[in-house]
């Protein structure tokens, strides 16, 4: 028998309620849909490196005994070491095979392989405090912010663009804080 297609995305997500919950700088993050990458097109992702990955203390994460375990664990990581995670591009080589506009698409890794670009050093910090938790508060999270060669692409970016906005909108209204863009990276890390 073969189950209707709502039943079978519903029992995907129950799924993952079975699989335990990981260290998050123990995860690749990889982008939702395509950005421009200068002249080209790419997908981008953050892949931890294998000494950060080795260095982890803290490698499964109990959400039922703690409702913070995520951010508890981050800080706890944080302040006992520094960590690193490599960052990634794959450009489009073929429109057809790699589609910018349908995100349900994986693009072959033999027609454009991941090429690491960059490594991201996060130094040993003190992330614990109540400034940086008002500081994650007041700041909206948006793709959008970047410079333009390398802007968000394609009709799911777009419709992103405003699902990302209206929360914060809201978020800012419920809190009582006011809205508005970082003028500089400064700013925005302190």
């Given amino acids: ?54 260095s982890l203390t803290h490698q499964i994460v109990d959400v039922r005994a703690d409702n913070e375990a995520f951010r508890r664990t981050l800080v706890t990581e944080a302040v006992e070491r520094h960590h690193s995670c490599e960052l990634q591009v794959q450009l489009n080589t073929d429109l057809a095979r790699m589609p910018v506009d349908n995100t349900s698409v994986k693009w072959p890794e033999d027609l454009s392989p991941w090429v690491t670009v960059a490594r991201v050093n996060l130094p040993r910090q003190d992330i614990g405090g109540n400034g940086y938790l008002a500081a994650a508060d007041a700041t909206s999270i948006t793709p959008w912010r970047s410079r333009e060669e390398h802007r968000p692409m394609s009709e799911i970016q777009r419709v992103r663009q405003e699902v990302y906005r209206r929360p914060s909108i809201e978020w800012h209204r419920i809190s009582g804080q006011e809205r508005r863009e970082p003028v500089g990276s400064a700013e925005l890390l302190g």
């Fill in 1 to 54: 028998m073969e189950l209707p297609g709502t039943t079978c995305e519903l029992l995907a997500m129950l799924s993952f309620t079975a699989v335990p919950r990981r260290n998050l700088l123990s995860y690749t993050y990889n982008s939702m849909g395509a950005f421009r990458y200068g002249d080209h097109i790419a997908k981008i992702r953050t892949v931890p490196t294998d000494a950060s990955l080795a």
